[in-house]
């Protein structure tokens, strides 16, 4: 198989749609790039460090369960 990693661009969606209604100016969307994002085919969410959360201010929305490597566990989503 192999390991596969791509570039990501990852946005605040309240920002882009505060954006598109003329509520924010278009350049101060917070966004980040992930250069090396691991490709999971069989993930149907995204995580995310702590750190690129709070950079994109982004807010829980709910928990979820999900399965990871290490078992099943609750995780946030944003």
Same mark, same amino acid.
């Given at each position: 198989?192999?390991?596969?990693?791509?570039?990501?661009? !990852?946005?605040? !969606?309240?920002?882009?749609?505060?954006?598109?209604?003329?509520?924010?100016?278009?350049?101060?969307?917070?966004? !980040?790039?992930?250069?090396? /994002?691991? !490709?999971?085919?069989?993930?149907?969410?995204? $995580?995310?460090?702590? $750190?690129?959360?709070?950079?994109?201010?982004?807010?829980? /929305?709910?928990?979820?369960?999900?399965?990871? $490597?290490?078992?099943?566990?609750?995780?946030?989503?944003?």
């Amino acid at each position: 198989m192999g390991r596969v990693t791509t570039e990501a661009l !990852v946005e605040n !969606v309240g920002d882009l749609y505060a954006a598109d209604s003329g509520l924010l100016p278009a350049d101060q969307v917070r966004r !980040v790039v992930l250069p090396a /994002a691991l !490709v999971d085919t069989g993930a149907t969410l995204l $995580s995310l460090p702590t $750190s690129v959360i709070a950079q994109l201010g982004l807010r829980p /929305a709910g928990t979820e369960r999900v399965t990871a $490597s290490t078992g099943q566990t609750q995780a946030t989503l944003y």
